[in-house]
Nanobody
Framework: QVQLVESGGGLVQVGGSLRLSCAAS????????MGWYRQAPGKQRELVAT???????NYVDSVKGRFTISRDNVKNTVYLQMNSLKPDDTAVYYC?????????WGQGTQVTVSS
C-alpha cells in the first residue's frame, strides 16, 4: 500500500502563496496517478488537481491559473503550488494516489486563508 505524507499547510493572508508537498512510498512512484483534494467545513471533498505518470495535468476551474501541480519522480514527491490564495481556498488538503488499482490518501494538511 502507498503511504502518503503531506506537509506545507498553514495560515496565509489573501493573495499569498503556499506550496504543499506530498511524499510517497510503497510504490513505483513514477507510475502513480497523483492528485490533491480539499475539504472545507460543511462541504464535500473536492478534486483540486491531478497529474498523470506522463505529467498531464488537470485542475478544477476555481483554481486554474493560480495553482500548479507538479511531481519529482526522483524525490517521490508531488507538489501543489498555490498562488493568489482566496478565503474560499481554506480547507484541509489531501494528497491522493492511485497505483495498481489501489487508492491511497494522506492524512491531510490544513490551509487557512485569512482576509
Amino acid at each position: 500500500q502507498v503511504q502518503l505524507v503531506e506537509s506545507g499547510g498553514g495560515l496565509v493572508q489573501v493573495g499569498g502563496s503556499l506550496r504543499l508537498s506530498c511524499a510517497a512510498s510503497g510504490s513505483i512512484f513514477r507510475l502513480n496517478f497523483m492528485g490533491w483534494y480539499r475539504q472545507a467545513p460543511g462541504k464535500q471533498r473536492e478534486l483540486v488537481a491531478t497529474i498523470t505518470s506522463d505529467d498531464s495535468t488537470n485542475y478544477v476551474d476555481s483554481v486554474k491559473g493560480r495553482f500548479t501541480i507538479s511531481r519529482d519522480n526522483v524525490k517521490n514527491t508531488v507538489y501543489l503550488q498555490m498562488n493568489s490564495l482566496k478565503p474560499d481556498d481554506t480547507a484541509v488538503y489531501y494528497c491522493y494516489s492511485r497505483f495498481a488499482g489501489l487508492n491511497s490518501w494522506g492524512q491531510g494538511t490544513q490551509v487557512t486563508v485569512s482576509s
